[in-house]
């Protein structure tokens, strides 16, 4: 089975400054890979997907990630963080092929951003 | 399209009180979901319905029953609910298990 970790609880960057997100997975096979945003009150929105091809994802509002198989590793990044981006990031693991196995979450990383 | 629905948006309830959240979507998907989000534990998978007449426990079935109504609907039920279920609930759906997931906007529950 598969498993997500997201070493960070909480990051605070200032605004402008560049950010980057953790995602490890654990899974033998190809995974499909996640990145969600919450914002408060909200339900989650898709930032981006891997599901094969070109390892460097590009998403919404200006976030990429890059699949790195040999570090089980994709890593979230936005290069000038704005006020708006303050919400928890989840990153999440698929299991290519499985039969209809669900997505496993990460428990998430809540980003503060300061001026 | 309105995407996932979920009713009601808040609700508090009596410890011993029963109720169900509905959740509805439009997209056509195969697969939904329940989860349940509390401070620090992240999204936990309560039930999910693989397709249409199927329906499998998740992370943290106790305490709750699901019905796939049809390709569309799928409920939450608490038959007796208690403190410990005070969350926060999403429904989500995909086309099929591995897939992208689309969430609900949640429903805020409190029980006292």
């Known amino acids: 089975a598969q498993s997500v970790t997201q070493p960070d609880i909480h990051i605070t960057v200032s605004e402008g400054a560049s950010l980057e997100l953790r995602c490890n997975y654990s899974y033998g096979a190809t995974p499909y890979l996640f990145w969600y945003v919450q914002s408060p009150g909200q339900g989650l929105q898709l930032l981006l997907k891997?599901?094969?091809?070109?390892?460097l994802v590009q998403g919404i509002k200006g976030f990429e990630a890059e699949f790195k198989r040999s570090q089980s590793s994709f890593n979230l990044r936005k290069p000038s963080v704005h006020w708006s981006d303050a919400a928890e990031y989840f990153c999440a693991v698929g299991a290519w092929n499985s039969g209809n196995t669900p997505l496993v979450f990460g428990k998430g990383t809540r980003l503060s951003v300061i001026a | 399209n309105a995407g996932v629905t979920q009713t009601p948006k808040f609700q508090v309830l009596k410890t011993g009180q029963s109720m169900t959240l509905q959740c509805a979507q439009d997209m056509n998907h195969n697969s939904m979901y329940w989860y349940r989000q509390d401070p620090g534990m992240g999204l936990r998978l309560i039930y999910y319905s693989a397709s249409e007449g199927t329906t499998d426990k998740g992370e943290v079935p106790n305490g709750y029953n699901v019905s796939r109504l049809n390709k569309r609907e799928f409920s939450l039920r608490l038959e007796s609910a208690a403190p410990s279920q005070t969350s926060v609930y999403f429904c989500a759906s995909s086309e099929q298990g591995e897939d992208t997931q689309y969430f609900g906007p949640g429903t805020r529950l409190t029980v006292l």
């Open positions: 891997y599901f094969s091809g070109d390892t």
